[in-house]
């Protein structure tokens, strides 16, 4: 009886120790499973390699901005360019270094067109008289006797200081000449004339003067005197050669 006992506990303990390792190969048998659960993990593991590869290509992707911000920053440059395209303010502050303003030049030249403009007329500014159709009576009796009358040329030269002026009239009493030394007239070079009228027509001497003629139309001339002690101008004239006539002989 005790020997069937023994017989029954050992085939149990055989029977048990069976089970325990059909279960261990089954635990190590799912462990390889490709179902497992476990597998999806390590795949997705696996992809990591790729979305790792997938980050690099995001570098490369960077690198490529890495260009882009290569172009930018010549672009950037670029623009820094453009502000030094500022020198277009260097270029003002070179035109600043003329020694006349541009204002001023302007100004001047619009004034010597100004002045050819009336000279067409006979005319020059701040005296009212004009060339051929005004008369000495006009001139004495809007601003009196002259300081002092002069025989020059072909006519008689009425001077005027305070006023700045010298009326020329031939012997009928016609004015021919009309001349003006306005202090703004005497700060003109020939540079400036030429810059503003162009060359003269014609350029004669008158001692060490030098006169600077531009035909202002078929009857008027505007005339430039410049002294050469000081390269400016020292008076301006509007003459009428066709009224220059010297009716003072016979």
């Not at 060359?199 to 410049?226: C, H, P, Q, W």
């Amino acid at each position: 009886m005790k020997k069937s006992k023994s017989v029954t506990m050992l085939a149990f303990a055989a029977l048990m120790a069976g089970v325990l390792m059909l279960s261990a190969c089954n635990n190590n048998t799912n462990g390889d499973d490709p179902s497992n659960t476990t597998t999806p993990a390590n795949d997705s593991s696996g992809s990591n390699a790729p979305s790792n590869n997938a980050d690099q290509g995001g570098d490369q992707v960077n690198g490529d901005n890495g260009d882009g911000n290569s172009t930018n920053a010549p672009a950037g440059n670029s623009g820094n360019a453009g502000n030094s395209g500022n020198s277009g303010n260097s270029g003002n502050a070179d035109n600043g270094s003329v020694s006349t303003p541009p204002k001023d030049e302007d100004a001047t030249a619009k004034m010597l067109k100004a002045m050819l403009a009336l000279a067409k007329e006979g005319k020059v500014e701040g005296i009212p008289f004009q060339a051929i159709k005004g008369l000495t009576e006009d001139v004495e009796k809007e601003w009196g006797k002259a300081d002092k009358s002069d025989f020059a040329g072909k006519g008689i030269y009425a001077t005027y200081a305070k006023k700045h002026a010298v009326i020329g009239y031939n012997k009928g009493s016609q004015i021919f000449d009309v001349r003006s030394d306005a202090p703004e007239l005497q700060k003109l070079t020939l540079k400036q004339i030429e810059t503003a009228l162009g060359k003269a027509a014609k350029v004669t001497k008158n001692g060490t003067d030098s006169i600077y003629t531009y035909a202002a139309s078929k009857t008027y001339e505007l005339r430039f005197v410049i002294a050469a002690e000081t390269g400016k101008v020292d008076h301006i004239s509007v003459y009428a050669p066709s009224a220059a006539v010297n009716n003072m002989a016979g």
